[in-house]
Protein backbone atom coordinates (compact mmCIF):
# COMPACT_ATOMS: atom_id res chain seq x y z
CA UNK A 1 0.00 0.00 0.00
CA UNK A 2 1.11 3.21 -0.61
CA UNK A 3 1.06 6.00 2.66
CA UNK A 4 -1.65 7.71 1.07
CA UNK A 5 -4.02 4.44 0.73
CA UNK A 6 -2.95 3.39 4.16
CA UNK A 7 -4.15 6.33 6.24
CA UNK A 8 -7.30 6.45 4.10
CA UNK A 9 -7.63 2.87 4.54
CA UNK A 10 -7.53 2.76 8.22
CA UNK A 11 -9.55 6.05 8.70
CA UNK A 12 -12.19 3.86 7.15
CA UNK A 13 -11.52 1.21 9.44
CA UNK A 14 -10.26 -1.33 7.06
CA UNK A 15 -7.21 -3.30 7.40
CA UNK A 16 -3.90 -2.29 6.62
CA UNK A 17 -0.35 -3.85 5.40
CA UNK A 18 1.01 -1.87 8.77
CA UNK A 19 -0.39 0.90 10.54
CA UNK A 20 0.14 4.18 9.40
CA UNK A 21 2.68 6.41 11.23
CA UNK A 22 2.93 10.13 12.63
CA UNK A 23 6.12 12.14 14.14
CA UNK A 24 5.70 14.58 16.53
CA UNK A 25 8.78 16.58 17.33
CA UNK A 26 10.10 18.94 20.13
CA UNK A 27 13.02 21.01 17.91
CA UNK A 28 15.85 19.48 19.94
CA UNK A 29 15.05 16.31 19.58
CA UNK A 30 14.20 17.01 15.75
CA UNK A 31 17.79 18.48 15.22
CA UNK A 32 19.22 15.03 17.08
CA UNK A 33 17.95 13.27 14.52
CA UNK A 34 18.64 15.09 11.66
CA UNK A 35 22.32 14.97 12.46
CA UNK A 36 22.22 10.69 13.38
CA UNK A 37 20.43 10.20 10.09
CA UNK A 38 22.62 12.88 8.35
CA UNK A 39 21.63 13.43 4.44
CA UNK A 40 18.45 10.85 5.20
CA UNK A 41 15.57 12.07 5.11
CA UNK A 42 14.30 12.16 8.49
CA UNK A 43 10.41 11.44 7.78
CA UNK A 44 11.50 8.58 5.37
CA UNK A 45 13.95 6.89 7.78
CA UNK A 46 11.33 6.53 9.87
CA UNK A 47 8.22 5.42 7.19
CA UNK A 48 6.46 8.28 8.36
CA UNK A 49 2.74 8.41 5.96
CA UNK A 50 2.22 11.82 6.45
CA UNK A 51 3.02 15.08 4.79
CA UNK A 52 2.51 18.66 6.00
CA UNK A 53 1.94 21.65 3.36
CA UNK A 54 0.57 24.90 3.79
CA UNK A 55 0.56 28.73 2.96
CA UNK A 56 2.93 30.99 4.44
CA UNK A 57 2.01 33.91 6.10
CA UNK A 58 3.87 36.73 4.16
CA UNK A 59 2.38 39.63 6.84
CA UNK A 60 4.23 41.74 9.19
CA UNK A 61 4.53 40.29 12.78
CA UNK A 62 4.65 43.21 15.33
CA UNK A 63 3.90 44.24 18.80
CA UNK A 64 0.25 44.51 19.30
CA UNK A 65 -0.79 47.99 19.87
CA UNK A 66 0.43 49.25 23.80
CA UNK A 67 3.40 46.81 24.17
CA UNK A 68 6.72 47.77 24.94
CA UNK A 69 7.96 45.84 21.99
CA UNK A 70 10.64 43.97 24.16
CA UNK A 71 10.16 40.49 23.53
CA UNK A 72 12.00 37.88 21.22
CA UNK A 73 9.63 37.98 18.53
CA UNK A 74 5.47 38.89 17.73
CA UNK A 75 3.42 36.94 15.86
CA UNK A 76 0.64 37.93 13.49
CA UNK A 77 -1.53 38.35 16.26
CA UNK A 78 0.56 40.68 17.80
CA UNK A 79 1.75 38.64 20.97
CA UNK A 80 4.75 38.94 22.16
CA UNK A 81 7.68 35.86 22.93
CA UNK A 82 10.93 35.76 24.98
CA UNK A 83 12.78 32.85 24.53
CA UNK A 84 13.06 31.08 27.98
CA UNK A 85 15.79 28.21 28.61
CA UNK A 86 14.62 25.07 30.35
CA UNK A 87 15.84 21.74 31.30
CA UNK A 88 17.27 20.03 27.86
CA UNK A 89 15.62 23.15 25.54
CA UNK A 90 14.06 26.25 25.20
CA UNK A 91 10.80 27.41 24.85
CA UNK A 92 8.63 30.80 23.90
CA UNK A 93 6.40 32.07 26.59
CA UNK A 94 4.34 34.42 25.98
CA UNK A 95 5.62 38.09 27.53
CA UNK A 96 3.36 40.78 26.12
CA UNK A 97 0.22 40.14 25.73
CA UNK A 98 -2.21 42.40 23.82
CA UNK A 99 -5.75 41.50 24.51
CA UNK A 100 -5.56 41.68 27.75
CA UNK A 101 -5.50 45.67 27.65
CA UNK A 102 -8.77 44.91 25.52
CA UNK A 103 -12.11 45.87 27.72
CA UNK A 104 -14.65 47.08 25.38
CA UNK A 105 -16.09 46.09 21.45
CA UNK A 106 -15.03 49.13 20.30
CA UNK A 107 -11.30 48.63 21.11
CA UNK A 108 -11.58 44.86 19.83
CA UNK A 109 -12.79 46.95 16.96
CA UNK A 110 -10.17 49.39 16.48
CA UNK A 111 -7.41 46.39 16.97
CA UNK A 112 -5.62 45.62 14.19
CA UNK A 113 -6.02 42.36 13.33
CA UNK A 114 -4.34 40.20 10.96
CA UNK A 115 -5.89 39.58 6.93
CA UNK A 116 -6.26 36.48 5.39
CA UNK A 117 -5.23 38.48 2.18
CA UNK A 118 -1.59 38.18 3.30
CA UNK A 119 -1.04 34.43 3.41
CA UNK A 120 0.25 33.10 0.14
CA UNK A 121 -1.83 30.39 -1.28
CA UNK A 122 -0.31 30.15 -4.83
CA UNK A 123 1.22 27.07 -5.65
CA UNK A 124 0.09 25.02 -2.85
CA UNK A 125 -2.41 22.54 -4.91
CA UNK A 126 1.60 21.89 -7.02
CA UNK A 127 3.17 21.48 -3.86
CA UNK A 128 0.37 18.74 -2.33
CA UNK A 129 0.35 17.27 -5.82
CA UNK A 130 4.65 16.78 -5.54
CA UNK A 131 4.45 15.19 -2.25
CA UNK A 132 3.71 11.32 -3.81
CA UNK A 133 1.72 9.14 -1.79
CA UNK A 134 1.54 10.32 0.74
CA UNK A 135 -1.43 11.89 3.17
CA UNK A 136 -1.63 15.55 2.47
CA UNK A 137 -2.17 17.76 5.58
CA UNK A 138 -3.31 21.37 5.80
CA UNK A 139 -3.56 23.40 8.80
CA UNK A 140 -1.80 22.42 12.59
CA UNK A 141 -2.77 21.77 15.92
CA UNK A 142 -2.76 25.72 16.41
CA UNK A 143 -6.26 25.71 14.92
CA UNK A 144 -8.40 27.33 16.37
CA UNK A 145 -6.86 26.06 19.57
CA UNK A 146 -9.29 29.09 21.22
CA UNK A 147 -8.47 28.01 24.99
CA UNK A 148 -4.52 28.12 24.42
CA UNK A 149 -4.28 30.51 21.42
CA UNK A 150 -5.74 33.02 23.12
CA UNK A 151 -4.93 32.64 26.52
CA UNK A 152 -1.12 33.84 25.11
CA UNK A 153 -2.86 37.60 24.18
CA UNK A 154 -4.97 37.63 26.92
CA UNK A 155 -3.61 35.24 29.88
CA UNK A 156 -5.34 32.07 30.59
CA UNK A 157 -7.84 32.54 34.02
CA UNK A 158 -8.97 35.29 31.89
CA UNK A 159 -9.90 33.19 28.99
CA UNK A 160 -11.42 30.65 31.08
CA UNK A 161 -13.05 33.10 32.74
CA UNK A 162 -14.62 34.85 29.53
CA UNK A 163 -16.06 31.26 28.07
CA UNK A 164 -17.21 30.15 31.56
CA UNK A 165 -19.14 33.67 31.92
CA UNK A 166 -19.46 34.28 28.54
CA UNK A 167 -17.99 37.96 28.54
CA UNK A 168 -18.66 39.71 25.11
CA UNK A 169 -15.70 41.32 24.93
CA UNK A 170 -13.70 37.97 25.65
CA UNK A 171 -16.39 36.26 23.18
CA UNK A 172 -15.50 38.65 20.51
CA UNK A 173 -11.95 38.23 20.82
CA UNK A 174 -12.32 34.77 20.77
CA UNK A 175 -14.37 34.61 17.45
CA UNK A 176 -12.09 37.25 15.37
CA UNK A 177 -9.40 34.89 15.62
CA UNK A 178 -11.75 31.68 15.06
CA UNK A 179 -13.39 33.26 12.02
CA UNK A 180 -9.84 34.55 10.60
CA UNK A 181 -8.84 30.79 11.17
CA UNK A 182 -11.87 29.49 9.57
CA UNK A 183 -11.13 31.81 6.81
CA UNK A 184 -7.66 30.69 5.98
CA UNK A 185 -8.55 26.91 6.48
CA UNK A 186 -11.57 27.47 3.52
CA UNK A 187 -9.05 29.47 1.12
CA UNK A 188 -6.12 26.64 1.86
CA UNK A 189 -8.36 23.84 1.31
CA UNK A 190 -9.96 25.77 -1.99
CA UNK A 191 -6.11 26.33 -3.41
CA UNK A 192 -5.95 22.80 -2.57
CA UNK A 193 -8.32 21.56 -5.31
CA UNK A 194 -9.17 18.63 -3.74
CA UNK A 195 -5.76 17.54 -2.80
CA UNK A 196 -5.86 17.71 0.75
CA UNK A 197 -6.51 14.87 2.53
CA UNK A 198 -6.81 16.22 6.23
CA UNK A 199 -7.48 19.47 7.81
CA UNK A 200 -5.27 19.27 10.99
CA UNK A 201 -7.20 21.09 13.98
CA UNK A 202 -6.62 21.68 17.63
CA UNK A 203 -8.10 22.13 21.18
CA UNK A 204 -7.08 20.93 24.40
CA UNK A 205 -10.43 19.83 26.01
CA UNK A 206 -9.47 17.61 28.68
CA UNK A 207 -6.81 17.55 31.58
CA UNK A 208 -5.19 14.96 33.26
CA UNK A 209 -8.34 13.98 35.48
CA UNK A 210 -11.11 14.40 32.89
CA UNK A 211 -12.96 17.50 30.66
CA UNK A 212 -11.74 21.16 30.97
CA UNK A 213 -14.98 22.01 31.10
CA UNK A 214 -18.76 21.13 32.08
CA UNK A 215 -20.97 19.58 29.16
CA UNK A 216 -23.38 22.27 28.64
CA UNK A 217 -20.52 24.98 28.06
CA UNK A 218 -18.99 22.61 25.86
CA UNK A 219 -21.80 21.96 23.89
CA UNK A 220 -23.02 25.84 24.09
CA UNK A 221 -19.50 27.12 23.23
CA UNK A 222 -17.59 25.03 21.75
CA UNK A 223 -19.48 22.49 19.71
CA UNK A 224 -20.67 25.01 17.34
CA UNK A 225 -17.12 26.77 16.75
CA UNK A 226 -15.30 23.33 16.18
CA UNK A 227 -17.83 21.89 14.21
CA UNK A 228 -17.72 24.76 11.32
CA UNK A 229 -14.37 23.29 10.57
CA UNK A 230 -15.35 19.69 10.93
CA UNK A 231 -18.30 20.37 8.39
CA UNK A 232 -15.67 22.32 6.30
CA UNK A 233 -13.35 19.48 6.08
CA UNK A 234 -16.05 17.47 4.61
CA UNK A 235 -17.20 20.22 2.50
CA UNK A 236 -13.66 19.95 0.80
CA UNK A 237 -13.38 16.08 0.78
CA UNK A 238 -11.05 15.72 3.44
CA UNK A 239 -10.81 14.38 6.94
CA UNK A 240 -10.98 16.25 10.01
CA UNK A 241 -8.89 15.45 12.70
CA UNK A 242 -8.41 17.27 16.13
CA UNK A 243 -5.53 17.34 18.75
CA UNK A 244 -6.63 17.34 22.27
CA UNK A 245 -4.60 16.42 25.20
CA UNK A 246 -5.47 14.81 28.16
CA UNK A 247 -8.47 13.23 28.75
CA UNK A 248 -11.10 13.43 26.52
CA UNK A 249 -13.08 10.04 26.90
CA UNK A 250 -15.89 11.73 28.38
CA UNK A 251 -16.63 13.58 24.97
CA UNK A 252 -15.66 11.15 22.40
CA UNK A 253 -19.76 10.46 21.58
CA UNK A 254 -19.89 14.04 21.13
CA UNK A 255 -17.12 14.19 18.87
CA UNK A 256 -18.62 11.24 16.90
CA UNK A 257 -21.84 13.42 16.38
CA UNK A 258 -19.82 16.58 15.19
CA UNK A 259 -18.32 14.58 12.58
CA UNK A 260 -14.89 13.98 13.80
CA UNK A 261 -12.70 11.78 12.01
CA UNK A 262 -9.74 11.78 13.54
CA UNK A 263 -8.71 12.37 17.30
CA UNK A 264 -5.36 13.35 17.72
CA UNK A 265 -2.66 13.19 20.11
CA UNK A 266 -4.05 10.84 22.67
CA UNK A 267 -2.48 10.60 25.69
CA UNK A 268 -2.81 7.02 27.49
CA UNK A 269 -2.00 7.58 31.20
CA UNK A 270 -4.88 9.67 32.43
CA UNK A 271 -7.47 6.71 33.60
CA UNK A 272 -10.22 7.42 31.36
CA UNK A 273 -7.58 6.85 28.17
CA UNK A 274 -7.54 2.78 29.00
CA UNK A 275 -6.75 1.92 24.99
CA UNK A 276 -8.53 -0.97 24.87
CA UNK A 277 -11.60 0.90 26.54
CA UNK A 278 -11.60 3.44 24.43
CA UNK A 279 -11.03 1.52 21.01
CA UNK A 280 -13.73 -0.45 22.36
CA UNK A 281 -16.40 1.57 23.03
CA UNK A 282 -15.54 4.62 20.65
CA UNK A 283 -13.11 2.51 17.95
CA UNK A 284 -15.86 2.06 15.32
CA UNK A 285 -16.50 5.93 14.86
CA UNK A 286 -13.36 7.42 15.60
CA UNK A 287 -9.93 7.02 14.32
CA UNK A 288 -7.05 7.70 16.89
CA UNK A 289 -3.86 9.20 16.74
CA UNK A 290 -1.57 8.85 19.31
CA UNK A 291 -0.92 6.13 22.26
CA UNK A 292 2.96 6.13 22.87
CA UNK A 293 3.15 7.72 26.40
CA UNK A 294 5.90 11.05 25.95
CA UNK A 295 5.45 11.11 30.35
CA UNK A 296 6.74 7.60 31.20
CA UNK A 297 7.43 5.22 28.25
CA UNK A 298 9.43 7.08 25.87
CA UNK A 299 11.57 9.18 28.52
CA UNK A 300 11.99 7.21 31.45
CA UNK A 301 11.70 3.32 29.60
CA UNK A 302 14.17 1.55 28.13
CA UNK A 303 13.99 0.58 24.22
CA UNK A 304 12.35 -3.02 24.90
CA UNK A 305 9.64 -1.17 27.38
CA UNK A 306 9.28 1.15 24.08
CA UNK A 307 8.84 -1.76 21.83
CA UNK A 308 6.52 -3.90 24.09
CA UNK A 309 4.35 -0.52 24.64
CA UNK A 310 4.12 -0.24 20.68
CA UNK A 311 3.43 -4.16 19.99
CA UNK A 312 0.25 -3.56 22.60
CA UNK A 313 -0.88 -0.91 20.85
CA UNK A 314 -0.78 -2.27 17.54
CA UNK A 315 -2.41 -5.28 18.72
CA UNK A 316 -5.16 -3.43 20.33
CA UNK A 317 -5.81 -0.33 18.76
CA UNK A 318 -4.72 -1.23 15.25
CA UNK A 319 -7.36 -4.52 14.97
CA UNK A 320 -9.91 -3.28 11.96
CA UNK A 321 -7.79 -0.21 11.12
CA UNK A 322 -9.17 2.98 12.79
CA UNK A 323 -5.55 3.51 14.51
CA UNK A 324 -2.65 5.91 13.46
CA UNK A 325 0.52 4.93 15.65
CA UNK A 326 2.45 8.16 17.03
CA UNK A 327 3.60 9.67 20.30
CA UNK A 328 1.17 11.20 22.58
CA UNK A 329 2.46 14.66 22.11
CA UNK A 330 6.19 16.40 20.91
CA UNK A 331 8.89 13.68 21.97
CA UNK A 332 10.64 15.83 24.28
CA UNK A 333 14.71 16.21 24.64
CA UNK A 334 14.80 14.02 28.10
CA UNK A 335 14.31 10.85 25.35
CA UNK A 336 17.01 8.74 24.73
CA UNK A 337 17.59 9.00 20.91
CA UNK A 338 17.39 4.75 21.13
CA UNK A 339 13.98 4.64 22.15
CA UNK A 340 12.58 7.11 19.88
CA UNK A 341 14.84 4.65 16.50
CA UNK A 342 13.11 1.81 18.50
CA UNK A 343 9.53 3.21 17.86
CA UNK A 344 9.61 3.48 14.96
CA UNK A 345 11.63 0.19 13.90
CA UNK A 346 8.94 -1.64 15.67
CA UNK A 347 6.11 -0.04 14.29
CA UNK A 348 7.35 -0.63 10.79
CA UNK A 349 8.32 -4.16 11.22
CA UNK A 350 4.84 -4.89 13.76
CA UNK A 351 1.52 -6.07 11.99
CA UNK A 352 -2.10 -6.87 13.51
CA UNK A 353 -3.46 -9.33 15.32
CA UNK A 354 -6.09 -9.99 12.65
Keep these: MTSKERVLAACRHEETDRVPLQIYLTPEVRAALVEHFGERDLLEAFGIDFRQVGAPYLGECRPGPGLPGEADHYDLWGIGYTDTQYQGGAYPEATELPFAQIDSLDAVEAYPWPSVDDYDYSGLRERAEAVGDYAVVFGGSGIPDIVNGVSRGRGM????????????????????????????????????????????????????????????????????????????????????????????????????????????????????????????????????????????????????????????????????????????????????????????????????SN
Excluded: W
Design 157 to 352: ERVLTDIMTNDPVGVEIIDRRVDHLYEHCRRGLEAGGGTIDILQLGEDCGDQRGRLFPPRVFDEFFVPRLKRFFDLAHEYGALAMLHSCGDTHDIMRTFIEMGLDILDAMQPEPEGMDPATIKREYGADLTFCGLVSTQQTLPRGTADDVRREVRERIEVMGAGGGYILAPAHNIQPDTPLENVLAMYDEAVKART
